[in-house]
């Protein structure tokens, strides 16, 4: 385990430039995913909705009729494995918050906030009490998005997302240890810490026409700004000089099928790809290959049907394979929209997986279950009294 603990430490000075996902169980890679995509295995991006709002399929929401503010928190509990030991760890997050503007025939506008990758847990050995491990922080998006129907294509709607980067993070390791000529046992403190600055802007186009909705979304080239500071006992470090590299670039398409007048099928299929010079030479497959699939009931009945008539019902499945550290993950989600109010939504996500790697280094495995719950509230507001009507 000590093992497992070394390497955490050092690899946790990779940060942003990696896949956040790089360290099983150490840092959690957040999807952007809307709360209607959640239940459905992520992969609803492209199911035409009047208030949800993708960042990366901006699009989208050219054909929104509500404004919408929605918020997701998702406490989880993860069970981490090594090749000899286990161990448990819990927490909570706030994947998002969003507002979603219609404005009629002038488009959309999107603001929001991503927690791309939160790194928060303490942990210590079951069998150990002389080490310990804490971290705090993460990486975060600011998005500001805008997307606009095609004037004489109806079917056709263009958007562009800005995707700014910031945030710190920071793991600590502390060890007593007692030296034969110590009364006292000597605590030995090591810790790494990354900030983030950098920008991004992605390009996205939807279709719908009939039963039939599809969506393209693409990352322009960015850049991040990573400077990584490395501290500990009785050790002096050089001054923390800080390095550009290029941000993670993704591109995806997502398609949905209205087969039966209450019932959609979905799919996702994305891929990204980090800076080569950004990695390390344990890192594995580049790309990463990112897909899911899913389905909805809508009841669809009105206020003035019973509640459980306007439920709807949601359930899907993800993976992905490669990128930094061959990563394998896999994940089955289960969910509730619950109407709130005559337009808004409590949505209940429940998602169960695991992520594997094995990449020369220590075998980690994380086993893990998660609660999205989001809120949204929606209203009229952004239409003309005309409009209304």
């Excluded at 550009?244 to 995806?252: F, K, L, W, Y």
Aim: charge should be negative; charged fraction near 20%; glycine fraction near 12%.
């Amino acid at each position: 385990m000590r093992k497992v603990i070394s390497f955490v430490v050092v690899a946790c000075a990779a940060g942003f430039a990696q896949s956040p996902r790089n360290i099983m169980g150490w840092g959690d890679e957040v999807a952007p995913a809307d709360a209607v995509s959640r239940g459905m295995g992520e992969a609803g991006a492209a199911i035409r909705s009047d208030k949800s709002w993708d960042p990366r399929l901006e699009a989208r929401s050219a054909y929104n009729t509500l404004a919408a503010f929605e918020v997701q928190i998702a406490p989880q509990l993860v069970w981490v494995d090594d090749d000899a030991t286990s161990n448990s760890l819990s927490g909570s997050r706030l994947p998002r918050l969003s507002l979603s503007v219609p404005m009629g025939r002038f488009g959309h506008l999107g603001i929001g906030y991503w927690q791309r990758f939160q790194r928060t847990f303490e942990w210590a050995p079951e069998n150990d009490s002389s080490i310990a491990l804490r971290a705090e922080g993460g990486a975060f998006e600011g998005v500001l998005g805008y997307s606009v129907v095609v004037p004489g294509v109806r079917n056709l709607a263009l958007g562009v997302t800005y995707h700014r980067f910031l945030g710190t993070d920071r793991v600590f390791q502390e060890e007593k240890r007692q030296f034969p000529d110590e009364y006292y046992p000597v605590v030995i403190r090591d810790s790494v810490s990354n900030r983030y600055w950098g920008g991004q802007a992605s390009v996205s186009a939807y279709w719908t026409k009939g039963d039939i909705d599809a969506g393209f979304w693409v990352d322009l080239p960015g850049e991040v700004e990573l400077t990584t500071e490395r501290g500990a006992t009785s050790q002096v470090f050089p001054e923390p000089e800080p390095r550009t590299v290029d941000a993670p670039q993704s591109m995806g398409v997502s398609g949905a099928w209205r087969f039966a007048p209450k019932q959609t099928a979905v799919a996702l299929l994305s891929r990204t790809e980090w800076d080569p010079d950004a990695l390390s030479s344990t890192d594995g497959k580049n790309p990463r290959w990112d897909v899911g699939a899913g389905w909805q009931y809508a009841m669809g009945g009105d206020r003035f049907d019973d509640y459980f008539k306007r439920m709807t019902f949601r359930a899907g499945l993800s993976g992905s394979v490669g990128g930094p550290q061959s990563l394998l993950s896999e994940s089955a989600t289960l969910g509730a929209g619950m109407p709130l109010g005559s337009m808004g939504t409590l949505d209940l996500s429940l998602q169960i997986g695991q992520n594997e790697v094995d990449d020369g280094g220590p075998k980690l495995k994380d086993s893990f279950v998660r609660l999205y719950v989001a809120i949204t509230g929606a209203s009229l507001w952004g239409r003309s009294q005309r409009s209304r009507r």
